[in-house]
């Protein structure tokens, strides 16, 4: 069984989708598309901005939203997925490759929430650190007993875990993991507390975009960052993309859920290939390969 899955922010490089525009038609209308929707030309910063443009949360997440989805609707007949996962923003990208989301919604619903995410940024001076070498539960525990808001955000494989909170939260975290043996704790060069209490103004405003956005019957499961489960129900799929951003991504659970419904092999689709390193961490001999166009 084909599973396909869909990178989240920090895959983004200038230059992205340039190719495609350039050897596809297809892609071509899609790209002028989205720009027509947004109201701005996101392709002339995907193409030749500078990192620094690229970097900002209400264009990163759009960026490669457009890569993963323009590429998924370019490979055609041999896109036959039987199950699909994207991380945080990837899995707006798998809801329209796997047709429960139209691209059109998916572009605004996407602009929705990285514009939310953005101003509860602003509002709150706050990051995120990736914790390498130590188990789930002392991670989860260490978070537990600082008063400052931490939390566990990512679980992105076994001994390599992302927290998020306030800015005093993750510096008193950080101080405590090393101190348990924590082989890195390093501070993420992001914009603030993805998937932490701290989005519950994002998840607020993006709540209402969601259901107010038409779901359909997708032609093969999502599985869900929020509890890391198979479903196809267009209503529980909506309850859970609002859950996700104040809620951790399991994608290390995800990822073992999938192999053992029957998934054979991984590709992932759009810019970079973290997700591949990912799940060579979580089963080293499972099959995995960058879509190509």
């Not at 429960?100 to 650190?129: H, N, W, Y």
Request: charged fraction near 20%.
């Amino acid at each position: 069984m084909k599973a396909y899955v869909f990178p989240g922010q920090g895959a983004q490089f200038v230059g992205m989708g340039m190719d495609l525009y350039n050897k596809s038609q297809v892609a071509k209308e899609m790209f002028e598309k989205a720009n027509k929707l947004l109201g701005f030309r996101i392709t002339d910063i995907m193409f030749s901005g500078t990192e620094a443009d690229l970097k900002q949360t209400k264009v990163t997440q759009l960026a490669i939203f457009l890569h993963s989805t323009i590429l998924a609707a370019l490979l055609g007949d041999s896109f036959q997925p039987s199950m699909v996962a994207g991380h945080s923003l990837g899995e707006f990208s798998a809801l329209v490759a796997n047709k429960t989301l139209s691209f059109e919604d998916g572009i605004m619903l996407v602009s929705k929430r990285a514009i939310a995410m953005q101003k509860a940024c602003e509002k709150t001076p706050s990051t995120m650190a990736a914790i390498l070498g130590l188990d789930d539960k002392t991670v989860e525990d260490v978070c537990a007993s600082i008063s400052e808001v931490v939390v566990p955000a990512n679980y992105n494989s076994p001994g390599q875990i992302v927290i998020s909170g306030s800015n005093e939260g993750i510096d008193k975290a950080i101080e405590v993991l090393k101190e348990k043996g924590a082989k890195r704790a390093l501070k993420l060069a992001v914009g603030g507390a993805f998937h932490s209490p701290l989005m519950e103004p994002a998840r607020v405003e993006l709540e209402q975009a969601i259901n107010n956005t038409m779901f359909h019957e997708p032609v093969c499961p999502v599985y869900q960052n929020v509890n890391a489960q198979p479903t196809s129900d267009p209503v529980t799929i909506k309850a859970n993309l609002v859950a996700q951003l104040t809620s951790p991504v399991r994608w290390a659970q995800s990822v073992i859920k999938m192999i053992s419904d029957g998934a054979t092999s991984f590709t992932e689709v759009g810019p970079g290939n973290v997700l591949q390193g990912l799940i060579k961490k979580i089963s080293k001999d499972m099959a995995t390969e960058g879509a190509v166009y």
